[in-house]
């Protein structure tokens, strides 16, 4: 295989998507650029994968409004297989919002928000600005030399979901280090075998499982305690609560979708002000961190690579026929700098407006159930971080995970050196 993609017939590209060596320097945008010269919906061709070692052929979904389109259209495109490229098998599905479709998933989706009460949400939002203080105090107190991703953008999303789930403090560390693997077990380097993985993903279903039943003996306040409560009147005029499998299944897909994503935003932003110095000092006059700045740094983060879903009937999507059964994956980083819809888009213009951007994904029924919390947290990181500082030095070569789209976040800084200069 090329790494410069040429088309074959039909649109399949001749480059292979799944090599996780192409983003071992973050995502490769000169590539996709290419690609989207040549369509914004290809085919990829079969290839064989960690869970799929016949190989597997799938479309590549990379041009903003061909996604926006593929994530409105539940009923044609079906999530029910998971977000991964290679589709989880059928009893996995229907226990997660994000492999369940149709009336199953807006019941869960439905009892998840009853958990996010007005006044929960307020006391998170509290948490945010209390654990962003305690990070900050705590990079300070070491003299403001620090690793940026494992000191400052990794520990507030973990604590945040920590929260939520009431997670008492002593076991913290605990299933943070377990989460952390579990993600870099998607990184062949990492040398972390799938069978590794699954005792991982099990340890830490188990412990799920241990709080799930703790919170509901004693319940607390949290909101996990208000989950495993909470109630909707279901078709049929009766009750319908979440099952002890489905809260345990929240509890996964939460610590995965709630934590490296922001992290991202919050290393990858930084990141982006060291590489432009000028854009660092227009928001370091300014008063605050406006909205559309937070949403730039979103759009230039992009930490979901991409979502899978399968083709529920023939369809034709982007010009493309697709079959009933087949494969789709939507790549958000791609079509958040899609040339039709962005003016200019590898330039970083804190100013952009409108700026359309899908990292949060394309809408419809699956749209992001954290994007109010996250915002948040990077919006108070970053305001914290550039009033309590005159600026921020690097200190060292950035090392990034490459973890390929069969994770949906392929792409992570894992590190960046940086002196903090606090204020005096
Ligand atoms: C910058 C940070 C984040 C980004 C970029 C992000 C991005 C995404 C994307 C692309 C999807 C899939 C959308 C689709 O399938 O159409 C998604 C779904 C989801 N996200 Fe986030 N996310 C972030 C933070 C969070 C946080 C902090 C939480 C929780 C506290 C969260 C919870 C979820 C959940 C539960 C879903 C599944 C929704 C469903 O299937 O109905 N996310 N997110």
Same mark, same amino acid.
């Given at each position: 295989?090329? =790494?410069?993609?040429?088309? #074959?017939?039909?649109?399949? @590209?001749?480059?292979?998507?799944?090599?996780?060596?192409?983003?071992?320097?973050?995502?490769?945008?000169?590539?996709?650029?290419?690609?989207?010269?040549?369509?914004?919906?290809?085919?990829?061709?079969? &290839?064989?994968?960690?869970? +799929?070692?016949?190989?597997?052929?799938?479309?590549?979904?990379?041009?903003?409004?061909?996604?926006?389109?593929?994530?409105?259209?539940?009923? $044609?495109?079906?999530?029910?297989?998971?977000?991964?490229? @290679?589709? !989880?098998?059928?009893?996995?599905?229907? /226990?997660?919002?994000?492999?369940? %479709?149709?009336?199953?998933?807006?019941?869960?989706?439905?009892?998840?928000?009853?958990?996010?009460?007005?006044?929960?949400i307020a006391?998170l939002e509290e948490q945010v600005l209390r654990r962003t203080t305690q990070i900050l105090d705590?990079v300070a107190?070491?003299?403001?030399?620090?690793?940026l991703?494992?000191?400052l953008a990794?520990?507030l999303p973990?604590?945040i /979901?920590?929260? @939520? &789930?009431?997670?008492?403090?002593?076991?913290?560390?605990?299933?943070?280090?377990?989460?952390?693997? /579990?993600?870099?077990?998607?990184?062949?380097? $990492?040398? /972390?075998?799938?069978?590794?993985?699954?005792?991982?993903?099990?340890?830490?279903?188990?412990?799920?499982?241990?709080?799930? $039943?703790?919170?509901?003996?004693?319940?607390? %306040?949290?909101?996990?305690? #208000?989950?495993?409560?909470?109630?909707?009147? %279901?078709?049929?005029?009766?009750?319908?609560?979440?099952?002890?499998?489905?809260?345990?299944?929240?509890?996964?897909?939460?610590? @995965?979708?709630? +934590?490296?994503?922001t992290?991202?935003v919050i290393s990858q932003g930084v990141r982006a002000l060291l590489?432009h110095p000028e854009a660092d000092a227009d928001l370091r006059a300014r008063d605050g961190v406006p909205d559309i700045a937070i949403e730039e740094l979103i759009r230039w983060a +992009?930490?979901? =690579?991409?979502?899978?879903? =399968?083709? !529920?009937?023939?369809? &034709?999507?982007?010009?493309?026929?697709?079959?009933?059964?087949?494969?789709?994956?939507?790549?958000?980083?791609? $079509? !958040?700098?899609?040339?039709?819809?962005?003016?200019?888009?590898?330039?970083l213009d804190l100013d952009r407006s409108p700026n359309?951007h899908?990292a949060?994904?394309?809408?419809?029924?699956?749209?992001?159930?954290?994007a109010h919390l996250a915002r948040r947290e990077i919006r108070t990181m970053f305001e914290q971080l550039l009033a309590r500082t005159t600026h921020i030095?690097? =200190?060292?070569?950035?090392?990034?995970?490459?973890?390929?789209?069969?994770?949906? &976040?392929?792409?992570?800084? %894992?590190?960046?050196?940086?002196?903090l200069h606090f204020r005096r």
């Amino acid at each position: 295989m090329h =790494t410069a993609p040429t088309e #074959l017939r039909d649109g399949e @590209i001749d480059v292979d998507l799944t090599d996780t060596e192409l983003y071992r320097h973050g995502f490769p945008h000169e590539l996709f650029a290419e690609l989207r010269r040549q369509g914004a919906v290809l085919r990829h061709p079969t &290839v064989p994968m960690r869970r +799929s070692p016949d190989g597997f052929g799938f479309w590549v979904v990379i041009g903003h409004p061909e996604l926006q389109e593929a994530a409105r259209a539940s009923e $044609a495109f079906s999530a029910a297989a998971g977000p991964m490229v @290679i589709p !989880n098998p059928a009893d996995r599905s229907g /226990i997660a919002m994000t492999s369940s %479709d149709g009336d199953t998933h807006t019941r869960l989706r439905k009892l998840v928000s009853a958990g996010f009460t007005p006044r929960m949400i307020a006391h998170l939002e509290e948490q945010v600005l209390r654990r962003t203080t305690q990070i900050l105090d705590g990079v300070a107190a070491a003299g403001g030399d620090c690793d940026l991703v494992r000191d400052l953008a990794y520990p507030l999303p973990m604590h945040i /979901i920590a929260d @939520i &789930v009431g997670m008492p403090d002593q076991d913290r560390s605990w299933v943070f280090s377990h989460t952390d693997r /579990i993600m870099r077990s998607n990184d062949p380097r $990492a040398g /972390i075998t799938l069978e590794e993985r699954a005792q991982l993903e099990a340890e830490l279903f188990a412990y799920a499982q241990r709080l799930g $039943a703790e919170k509901r003996r004693n319940p607390a %306040d949290d909101v996990w305690s #208000l989950l495993a409560a909470a109630a909707i009147e %279901d078709e049929r005029g009766g009750r319908s609560t979440l099952s002890d499998l489905e809260l345990d299944m929240f509890f996964l897909v939460l610590s @995965i979708a709630g +934590s490296e994503t922001t992290r991202n935003v919050i290393s990858q932003g930084v990141r982006a002000l060291l590489d432009h110095p000028e854009a660092d000092a227009d928001l370091r006059a300014r008063d605050g961190v406006p909205d559309i700045a937070i949403e730039e740094l979103i759009r230039w983060a +992009s930490p979901v =690579t991409s979502f899978g879903r =399968t083709v !529920n009937h023939d369809t &034709v999507l982007g010009g493309r026929d697709l079959r009933a059964g087949d494969r789709i994956t939507m790549w958000f980083p791609s $079509a !958040n700098f899609d040339e039709r819809v962005f003016a200019e888009p590898f330039r970083l213009d804190l100013d952009r407006s409108p700026n359309r951007h899908v990292a949060f994904g394309g809408g419809g029924p699956h749209f992001c159930l954290g994007a109010h919390l996250a915002r948040r947290e990077i919006r108070t990181m970053f305001e914290q971080l550039l009033a309590r500082t005159t600026h921020i030095e690097r =200190t060292g070569e950035p090392r990034w995970l490459a973890t390929g789209p069969d994770a949906a &976040v392929a792409v992570s800084l %894992d590190r960046l050196p940086v002196r903090l200069h606090f204020r005096r």
